[in-house]
């Protein structure tokens, strides 16, 4: 599996890279009203309004440093296009520390990880690499801590624009 490592504090994490549509630099993030808290605000991606989730402020309650390696991760919103409600954006994205490296590990190496509050509740796995312990970032259960899960799942909302209108661009 490619994975794309990126870091949040002091830990490294593993995305799948099928999960992202597109490797974005660090651009302009406009603050927008009733955005969920761990949620930086909103990008113009070709036109489109598209959520910044901050991965640093979501596990460290600190925001992302910006550095020349922080990149903004394009991912696919949760659920299957024709299931997200009407105003849904089709993608969101995730603001990462030290997202520039390209690593494929096999899916077997991971093994479970307890589920736990703070940056353990975004991983699913975990696994060691000579002295590092890498986690596998898992997006639903990071959209879950949202309240952004997929439509199917009956406990929790879908991500949607309807306590504010969405913001123009």
Do not use: H
Not at 21 to 49: D, S, W
Not at 84 to 108: D, M, Q
Request: net charge neutral; proline share 11%; with cysteine.
């Amino acid at each position: 599996m490619l994975t794309l490592l990126l870091q949040i504090g002091e830990m490294r994490f593993a995305l799948d890279a099928r999960e992202v549509i597109e490797v974005l630099p660090l651009v302009e993030v406009k603050p927008a009203p009733g955005l969920p808290e761990g949620v930086a605000g909103m990008m113009n991606y070709r036109g489109e309004p598209v959520p910044v989730i901050d991965l640093s402020r979501m596990g460290c309650g600190q925001p992302a440093p910006r550095l020349f390696s922080t990149r903004i991760l394009l991912v696919r919103s949760p659920g299957p296009a024709g299931e997200r409600p009407e105003r849904t954006p089709s993608c969101i994205g995730v603001l990462a520390e030290r997202a520039t490296e390209t690593r494929r590990f096999s899916e077997a190496a991971f093994a479970l990880a307890p589920a736990a509050g703070g940056l353990a509740g975004f991983a699913s796995a975990a696994m060691t690499d000579g002295n590092d312990l890498i986690f596998k970032l898992d997006l639903v259960q990071l959209f879950r801590r949202l309240a952004w899960a997929p439509p199917s799942s009956r406990d929790a909302q879908p991500l949607a624009w309807t306590s504010t209108p969405s913001p123009s661009f």
